[in-house]
């Protein structure tokens, strides 16, 4: 049975389990500038510090360690250290140039490590989904108050560096593509076009999931969308997944993963921070409280996929796994199935 099959097959049967944060793991490390560079990188003259990404390359043990205890703690599905390697997002630390293979290194990390727990735990296959982050740029929203109608970065720009970055994602061996964290709509739907078209034109077939961010208590995207309008301006793209992660704890963004849930004709994923953050920044609810928090999710009947974003770490993802275990995955139902057009 092909990989893809598979991962459908498991879905219908049981909620999958994302990995948590990527950024909290390495902040444990306590890394400095010098792992940042390597030989290729030593004379580079913008301090690389905070680069996350770039560890694919300069210390990819750390990043493979970490993909390794998300799969130890029970995750099914891990996500490529790639949320800022686009050329719109590199060109901060001036390394545009590294695109191709901060992608590429990164799905290819991923990947071995998938593959060794599941010649481990043939009876539990692990993925790979490539991550593709907001940028930090937005296409729909002015960033200068005195010239609304200015925009940073366009459509095609978007387009084009979001293709580069899903060549390398793809060649590294991703068995998903996931749009990320968006907060802006139109930025997505450049993401979503490249996709269909670097998919088409591949003569390729890789599911895509989407997951939105409601910044605030408005319940809507920065972009003024609430959840189900979010949901019907991405809804063509012919989906894996809908869902939401970041801003939010769960308890939080319960009642908007309902209202995605209420509409939507795909699978319905959420990986919320552990909690909101102290006035430090930093997140303080425990594996435990956030178990029990999104055990409504499950309990409810909304979700396929549940994971963690900032703030988590393996022991919320196996709480977080241990819980859901216990409930069935979202299905269908007729009022939805009635209401699609």
């Not at 963004?253 to 959420?270: D, G, K, Q, T, V």
């Amino acid at each position: 049975m092909k990989k893809n099959e598979v991962l459908q097959q498991l879905l219908k049967e049981k909620i999958l389990i994302l990995d948590g944060a990527m950024g909290t793991m390495i902040q444990n490390y306590k890394l400095e500038e010098k792992d940042f560079r390597n030989e290729q990188l030593e004379d580079h003259p913008s301090p690389l510090k905070g680069n996350n990404d770039l560890l694919s390359i300069t210390r990819p043990d750390v990043i493979k360690a970490i993909h390794q205890a998300y799969f130890e703690a029970g995750a099914d599905i891990a996500e490529t250290n790639t949320f800022s390697s686009t050329s719109i997002a590199q060109a901060d630390y001036k390394l545009e140039h590294l695109v191709y293979e901060l992608n590429y290194q990164s799905a290819k990390i991923a990947s071995e490590a998938a593959q060794e727990f599941t010649a481990k735990q043939p009876h539990k296959p692990r993925f790979v989904v490539g991550s593709l982050g907001p940028t930090n740029r937005t296409a729909s929203i002015s960033p200068d108050v005195n010239d609304p109608g200015y925009r940073a970065i366009t459509f095609d720009k978007l387009a084009e560096a979001y293709t580069e970055q899903i060549r390398g994602l793809v060649d590294g061996g991703v068995d998903m593509l996931m749009v990320e964290t968006v907060f802006d709509t139109l930025n997505a739907k450049a993401a979503l076009f490249a996709i269909n078209t670097y998919l088409e034109e591949n003569n390729l077939e890789i599911p895509v999931m989407v997951s939105g961010t409601i910044t605030d208590a408005s319940g809507r995207t920065l972009s003024g969308q609430t959840a189900e309008a979010f949901w019907n301006s991405v809804s063509h793209g012919n989906l894996l997944s809908i869902g939401l992660n970041c801003a939010l704890g769960a308890k939080e963004l319960y009642p908007y993963i309902r209202e995605m849930s209420r509409h939507a004709n795909c699978l319905i994923s959420a990986h919320p921070n552990a909690g909101l953050p102290n006035e430090f920044g930093e997140y303080d609810e425990t594996p435990e409280q956030m178990a029990d928090q999104l055990k409504d999710f499950v309990s409810h009947g909304l979700i396929n996929i549940l994971g963690g974003c900032c703030g988590t770490t393996p022991a919320h993802i196996r709480a977080i796994a241990d819980m859901a275990s216990q409930f069935q995955p979202r299905t269908l139902q007729k009022e939805q199935e009635a209401a699609i057009v």
